[in-house]
Every structure is written in C-alpha cells, then in structure tokens.
C-alpha cells in the first residue's frame, strides 16, 4: 500500500509570485484534502476534492484554488504569494465522506515566501 | 474562532507512567474524534478515534475517553515509552463536511 506523497519537500518564492504544490494519495483513496499548518499551529482546512471538484473551503481567499486529477492526485495553487503565505502545506487523504473519516496525511511541503 | 481547544502546550512524562492528554471542543455538531501524532518535519499520523456515539475506545496502550456533556475528550498512554515523545494534535470533524479542526497541540515529552 502507498502512502500519501507531496511534492516539492521545500520551496523558496517571492511575495507576488505564484505556486503549485502536489500530492499523490494513498491507493485506494479517492478523496484530497489540502490544510495549511503555520508555525506553532494546528493545521487549518483549506479544502477537499472529491470526484475532481472542491467540495466545500475553509477560511481561505480564491487566490488558493486547486484541482484533482483521474488518478485521485491533486494540486494546491496559490496566486499573490503573501508573506504570511508562509507554512506547512499538507494534503490529506481519504475515502469518501460517510465511509471513513480518518484522513491520512503526507510528509508536507514547506513553502517559504520571501 | 478555536473551536478545538488544547489548552496544555506540553507535558513531560517519566518513562513507564501514564501520559494524559485534554482536548476541549465547543462545536456540538462535531460527532467524530481523532488523534494525531506529529514528530518534526513528518505529517501527522493517524493515532485513535472515537465516535460520538461512544466514551471510550482503546487500541494498545492509547485510549480516548469521550465526555460529551463537558465537551471533552482525552488521550490515555500507558506505558508511556521514550518514542512517544512528539506533538499530538486533537481534531474534529462532522458528519456532514470534509473538515478536520484542529487544536494547537501538545508537546508530549517522554523522559527515560
């Protein structure tokens, strides 16, 4: 069984530049939730896609979009980079909504805007 | 607005004694529970979970215990042993979204 993976592990931008940030979910799953974890925080819901649409969004501006792919992976854009942009981008998977809700997390990636 | 509360930063635990972990919620349409352990540059890891329909369920030495009058539950550890030392985050979801809420963490520190 493979686990849930997330690409880059590090990432240096500038405020103003734009981001893209991978996942690729563990077999079986079939839907991705993307969280931000700022420095001394819980992670915090930006949203989940389920059957290639975002199905809900936490308190997160439009500027944070995503898609999922057929294969269930996914992709977390950011626009405007901001300097508080800065954090732990974790994605999340699991099976759909009323069959499981334990959400299985990969290792994070760690965007620094500069 | 913190709707997952975990008011203790951290604890400091001898190895072999018991660690207990608080988490408080304010959301009554919260009807699923779960732990999370997080060690340093790792996602956090599924630990436990309880449903609302329950007040305790165990797995090993980790044990959650679910008061819904008070709006709290907590994580048991016994023993507690040197590799559990990480942080370990509380978090809620209902059933009728996606969203995990989270609480700040505890700092859980096994000492030999």
């Known amino acids: 069984e493979t686990g849930v993976t997330q690409s880059p592990t590090h990432l240096i931008k500038t405020r103003g530049q734009q981001v893209t940030l991978r996942c690729s979910s563990q077999?079986?799953?079939?839907?991705v939730s993307w969280y931000q974890q700022a420095l001394g925080q819980g992670p915090q819901f930006i949203f989940p896609?389920?059957?290639?649409?975002?199905?809900g969004r936490g308190n997160f501006p439009p500027r944070f979009s995503g898609l999922q792919f057929p294969n269930y992976s996914s992709e977390l854009n950011v626009n405007a980079l901001e300097l508080d942009d800065s954090a732990l981008y974790l994605c999340?998977?699991?099976?759909?909504?009323?069959?499981?809700?334990?959400?299985?997390f990969g290792p994070g990636t760690r965007l620094t805007v500069t | 607005d913190q709707q997952v509360k975990q008011n203790s930063p951290s604890l400091s635990v001898q190895e072999g004694r018991i660690s207990i972990l608080n988490c408080d919620y304010t959301?009554?349409?919260?009807?699923?529970f779960l732990w999370y352990k997080k060690y340093p540059a790792e996602g956090p890891t599924f630990l436990i979970s309880?449903?609302?329909?329950?007040d305790k369920n165990e797995d090993g030495r980790f044990t959650v215990f679910l008061n819904k009058s008070a709006k709290h539950l907590s994580l048991h550890i016994v023993p507690s042993q040197p590799g559990d030392s990480a942080v370990y985050f509380c978090?809620?979801?209902?059933?009728?979204?996606?969203?995990?809420?989270f609480g700040k963490g505890t700092s859980l520190l096994v000492t030999p």
């Open positions: 999340a998977s699991s099976l759909e909504r009323g069959r499981s809700y334990e959400q299985y």
């Open positions: 077999s079986g799953h079939n839907t």
């Open positions: 896609y389920y059957r290639e649409e975002e199905n």
């Open positions: 959301n009554s349409m919260f009807d699923y």
């Open positions: 309880i449903s609302s329909i329950k």
């Open positions: 978090a809620a979801i209902s059933n009728s979204g996606y969203a995990l809420n």
